[in-house]
């Protein structure tokens, strides 16, 4: 199955600035999902990103925030922009595994807003 | 509106017990998952359940699917310290194949030695 690899792992960033988390996929995917989740909670969608179009954003989440870049199928950036305290949060990334009916995930970015 | 509701929440139990988790809708779904997470790490598929009243078994870990294919449960039996986790279900959301998943609030389950 896909290994995605995510970076950074963790950060700390000053309120106003913007962090670009990174994911990597080992294979080609058509589609990526990138997620928001407070520990020890579920996660919450906030757009699928394809390869050549626009990204799709769920309801609450805003490309001007949350910019994202899919400029190939292996490939996916997530900027969460002008950050404020309540962006602190564990951001993941996700793409399907081929013919297996469930989800790879990256390891996580937990990005702390001070 | 898709919702997929989990019990209990929060579970603590000694090692060599056993428990079980449930995942409710009032929707049909065509396919559940479940996923465990560790801290630190992003949720790593355990199983997919397909088809109703399905029944699958990895390891000490039994996964089922509801007749109607509303619910799904997942009973541990003789639980260890290394299944303290999160463990969340999933579904596609929607008709349409728009890849997207749906995801249980999860359930957190310590087991201590």
């Known amino acids: 199955s896909a290994v995605i690899s995510q970076k950074p792992s963790r950060d700390i960033c000053q309120r106003g600035t913007s962090l670009t988390i990174q994911c990597q996929v080992d294979?080609?995917?058509?589609?990526m999902f990138w997620y928001r989740q407070q520990p020890g909670q579920s996660l919450t969608l906030i757009a699928t990103?394809?390869?050549?179009?626009?990204?799709?954003?769920e309801s609450g989440f805003v490309i001007d925030k949350f910019p994202i870049s899919r400029p190939n199928l292996t490939f996916s950036t997530l900027t969460v922009s002008n950050l404020s305290p309540e962006d602190s949060s564990i951001y993941l990334c996700?793409?399907?595994?081929?013919?297996?009916?469930?989800?790879?995930f990256g390891s996580g970015t937990r990005l702390t807003v001070v | 509106t898709q919702l997929l509701e989990q019990s209990p929440q929060f579970l603590s139990i000694q090692e060599g017990e056993n428990l079980t988790v449930y995942c409710n809708s009032s929707s049909v779904f065509s396919s559940l998952q479940w996923y465990r997470q560790e801290p630190g790490e992003g949720p790593v598929l355990l199983v997919t359940?397909?088809?109703?009243?399905e029944v699958k078994k990895l390891k000490r870990l039994t996964f089922q699917f509801g007749d109607a294919r509303k619910d799904s449960s997942l009973h541990i039996t003789a639980a260890q310290t290394g299944d303290t986790g999160l463990y969340l279900c999933?579904?596609?959301?929607?008709?349409?194949?728009?890849?997207?998943?749906?995801f249980g609030q999860g359930t957190t389950l310590q087991v201590k030695p």
């Open positions: 996700s793409a399907e595994i081929t013919g297996n009916y469930g989800y790879t």
């Open positions: 999933a579904g596609p959301s929607g008709s349409s194949n728009t890849g997207k998943l749906i």
């Open positions: 294979s080609q995917v058509t589609m």
């Open positions: 359940v397909v088809t109703g009243g």
């Open positions: 990103a394809n390869q050549g179009s626009e990204a799709t954003y």
